[in-house]
């Protein structure tokens, strides 16, 4: 067995909450009726 360190950081390709899911999908998210709120 390995005894080299795993680092969970080498899974992500960036930082931050907006890296966990791909632009086009975000775009989708936020232009369906349901991201629309009355404020």
Same mark, same amino acid.
């Given at each position: 067995?390995? +005894? ?12 931050? $909450?907006? $890296?966990?899911?791909?632009?086009? &999908?975000? +775009?989708?998210?936020?232009?369906? +009726?349901?991201?629309?709120? &009355?404020?």
């Amino acid at each position: 067995m390995s +005894e080299q360190a795993i680092r969970l950081t080498q899974y992500s390709h960036g930082a931050g $909450c907006g $890296c966990k899911i791909s632009p086009k &999908v975000l +775009e989708t998210i936020l232009h369906s +009726e349901q991201a629309k709120f &009355v404020d």
